[in-house]
């Protein structure tokens, strides 16, 4: 079963930028796309970032110019860059991606991470 660790959230002021991370851990047959959620508060979840195992990516339209999402050097890894980081940015970044077995593909998340942009 495979687990995914973010790491690299925190607190930075308007304009700035954050990295992000994550791992998938575990055992598992084979992951497919991988893709960063955010979720505000009073809001519902939605896609950030969002890229595939050809390399292909796609962006939500608020992040098309400011993030990029890129695999990691390490296999199974994500990295999400934020720049130009806006207060409507903060909130908790969720890392997914798909576990295909031989008859099955399931969503999987990470817990999330805090992401805080201030004056």
């Known amino acids: 079963q495979v687990q995914l660790v973010e790491s690299g959230g925190g607190a930075v002021q308007i304009g700035g930028s954050l990295s992000l991370s994550c791992v998938a851990n575990?055992?598992?047959?084979?992951?497919?796309?991988m893709a960063w959620y955010r979720q505000a508060p009073g809001k519902a979840r939605e896609l950030v970032a969002q890229?595939?195992?050809?390399?292909?990516?796609r962006y939500a339209e608020f992040a098309q110019g400011r993030f990029t999402i890129s695999s990691g050097a390490a296999e199974n890894t994500v990295n999400l860059r934020m720049s130009n980081l806006k207060p409507e940015d903060t909130a908790v970044y969720y890392c997914?991606?798909?576990?295909?077995?031989?008859?099955?593909?399931?969503?999987?998340w990470g817990q999330g991470i805090q992401v805080t942009v201030s004056l």
């Open positions: 997914n991606t798909v576990e295909y077995g031989l008859n099955s593909a399931d969503s999987v």
């Open positions: 575990g055992s598992f047959f084979y992951l497919g796309e």
């Open positions: 890229i595939n195992r050809d390399g292909s990516t």
